[in-house]
């Protein structure tokens, strides 16, 4: 069974462009999770989507991030205009229930982004 | 605002040694998961303990938790090279659908 798989591996842009991320969560998960590490510091919650709803979206930082998730199933995530400080490593991770149930989040291997 | 915090920061043992690393949180929770992150990696799960549970197992990992101080330890013993990694605790809250991370622990096991 894949994984959770996350596209680019890395992306390095200028500040002021656009960039999308993409997450393809496992078949059948319907609970989809944006996290994003910035040097160091805490892995911090972006958003949560179930199937194509959004969830919870509080950790969005502004209006800059944009994300979807079109029939449930893959996500993308715009940073658009993208700012120095949106450089990090951003993780997307699924589960077959909420996680407050006790099951595990399957995390992907994360798209580094350096904003240049 | 950060809901766990490991302690401590880094850790670096000799290889066979024993790693112990501890997390406190704030909120009550339903349960507490340890991930690791190996270098450029994403994360993988360890161990979940819910939050009617003291102490788990899983290979030579062992997990502790204390809900009155609101902390857990994770524990990896004889630890090979190969457990040189970042060390994450991650709370889900009893009404709250995600995991809230902390800025984890990096262990190196030295050869």
């Known amino acids: 069974e894949a994984g959770v798989t996350q596209f680019p591996s890395h992306s390095v842009i200028e500040k002021g462009q656009t960039v999308t991320l993409r997450c393809d969560p496992i078949?059948?998960?319907?609970?989809l999770y944006w996290y994003r590490r910035v040097m160091g510091k805490e892995i911090k919650f972006l958003l949560h989507?179930?199937?194509?709803?959004?969830?919870?979206e509080s950790g969005m930082p502004n209006n800059r991030f944009l994300a979807e998730r079109t029939g449930g199933t893959y996500s993308t995530l715009k940073v658009q205009p993208a700012e120095l400080e949106d450089s990090g490593v951003y993780f997307c991770?699924?589960?077959?229930?909420?996680?407050?149930?006790?099951?595990?989040?399957?995390f992907g291997q994360g798209t580094r982004l350096t904003v240049v | 605002s950060q809901q766990g915090e490991e302690d401590p920061q880094a850790l670096s043992i000799q290889e066979g040694e024993n790693a112990t690393m501890n997390c406190s949180y704030k909120?009550?929770?339903?349960?507490l998961q340890w991930y690791r992150q190996n270098s450029g990696r994403g994360l993988v799960h360890l161990i979940l303990?819910?939050?009617?549970?003291r102490e788990k197992h899983s290979g030579r990992l062992r997990v502790t938790l204390d809900t009155s101080k609101k902390s857990s330890s994770l524990l990896i013993t004889a630890s090979r090279a190969a457990d040189t990694a970042s060390y994450f605790c991650?709370?889900?809250?009893?009404?709250?659908?995600?995991?809230?991370f902390g800025a984890g622990t990096t262990v190196t096991v030295r050869a």
């Open positions: 991770a699924s589960s077959p229930l909420f996680l407050a149930r006790g099951t595990e989040a399957f």
């Open positions: 078949s059948g998960h319907d609970n």
């Open positions: 989507f179930v199937k194509e709803s959004k969830q919870d």
């Open positions: 909120t009550s929770i339903n349960n």
């Open positions: 303990i819910r939050s009617n549970e």
């Open positions: 991650a709370t889900a809250g009893s009404n709250d659908y995600k995991l809230s």
